[in-house]
DNA sequence: TTTCATTTGTCCGTATGTATC
DNA sequence: CGATACATACGGACAAATGAA
């Protein structure tokens, strides 16, 4: 229940419903009809997003999330959500569909041993008709069996949800600076060595297991990725 | 008092007491001699730093975060505590330090107005010898009216705590991919193009008033940005 | 400066639901 | 199936910060 609270507080942050700050706890609290605490709770959730920044004493103040007119996406939001705002007009070009073994990089990250069976999968990601990013995801064939040539045109992690009932519980998250690798020249025809922001990241289902690793390289040099860090801490931090 | 639990549960698990899951909410209710909401809150708290996944019905079981050989930042730790493995191994050349008026993209990041004084300090960190960073910081001068240049070539955030008790409470990161401006390069003496990681924080305090404006940029090419990201959400993700 | 209402932060006890084993 | 363990929700109490009178 707070997590429909929670989704429609973001609803009315997204609408412009609220704009500066959210309304008090306890007109909240009187609006849907449940606890304080139920209502914490959502608000927790869209703090943790990093929507909010919350002043005791004061109230709930929203982030303005802008890097100017640099695009930013917004990793807060958690696997699978942060491209949401941009997956609708994004179209994928499948470079490559195939079965593979686990190689050490592989196998260390989703913890399991090199030469497990995963399926891979190459796209390579447009926006308004420009390139926007290309993604290499490998999935362990022990939990998705099987991707067809459809799903990886559209969105893998709905497909997945809707077939395995896998969703995204969290992910480890690792951003760098680098370039293309030999296959993606390949078969994207790109052969410049332009550096580009890349994220990496594991995303666990259910009970923390493993089961995608993905390495997105974002072609926009402007491109901002963004996330909130907040100190749950009281004190010292020394 | 759940802060102090969650730093204890940490150090437990450091320290390996517990190993591979954590005692029981009941169990740990009895230890600590506090409610089991309180109790929650402070495993939330640890959880948030992704050292633990959690099973309902089954417990809370102990996150093995592998190492990589490339050099780490983990930012999960919440602002101000990222960079502290690193930091007592850093040392700080401290190439600006000057009253300027805030220009627009100042201004705009840290909810002011164009011209309101700050304090501009540019400093070249090296870790080992190597050059590790560089780094502009602009505090306000309402809540950071002056820094010596012993602070700045030490650890500004203890200087800034210690003299006006202000602490990071939250912070917005953005991560981008630039170069050096010319500023740096003609105070540095570096002229090459290379193509940077670059991490720009607005960190808060009182959870409300943005009192600094950094922007790091990492000479390490091999340099990773970790974060970690948890759902809280139960469900869909649709 | 002090006072006081508002607002968020913390903690407690209890009850019920649901997944795991 | 029953026992255990985590998830959600309620209601109440007091503390602490804010902001305006």
Redesign the pocket.
């Known amino acids: 229940?707070?997590?429909d609270i929670a989704d429609d507080i973001i609803k009315q942050i997204n609408e412009q419903t609220y704009v500066d700050k959210?309304?008090?706890?306890?007109?909240l609290t009187d609006h849907y009809?449940?606890?304080?605490?139920?209502i914490?709770?959502a608000?927790d959730e869209v703090c943790q997003q990093g929507l909010l920044r919350?002043?005791?004493?004061?109230?709930?103040y929203i982030n303005q999330i802008t890097m100017h007119d640099a695009p930013v996406v917004n990793l807060s939001l958690g696997a699978g959500k942060a491209m949401r705002a941009v997956d609708s007009h994004l179209t994928s070009t499948v470079l490559a569909l195939e079965d593979v073994l686990a190689n050490q990089f592989q196998a260390n990250h989703l913890h399991i041993t090199i030469g497990e069976p995963l399926i891979h999968v190459l796209r390579l990601r447009q926006l308004n008709g420009q390139r926007y990013c290309i993604e290499d995801s490998y999935y362990l064939k022990t939990q998705v069996a099987q991707l067809s040539l459809a799903d990886a045109q559209q969105s893998i992690f709905h497909a997945v949800k809707r077939d395995y009932d896998i969703s995204v519980n969290n992910a480890e998250n690792y951003i760098s600076v680098t370039t293309l690798n030999d296959q993606q020249r390949q078969l994207t025809g790109i052969h410049d060595d332009h550096a580009l922001l890349t994220l990496t990241q594991i995303n666990y289902y259910?009970?923390n297991i493993a089961f995608n690793l993905s390495t997105t390289k974002f072609f926009n040099a402007d491109l901002n990725l963004y996330f909130h860090s907040s100190q749950t801490f009281?004190g010292d931090s020394k």
Chains 1, 2 share one sequence.
């Open positions: 229940m707070y997590h959210l309304p008090s706890e306890a007109q009809q449940v606890s304080r605490n139920t914490r709770k608000i919350r002043v005791k004493g004061s109230g709930y259910g009970n009281g």
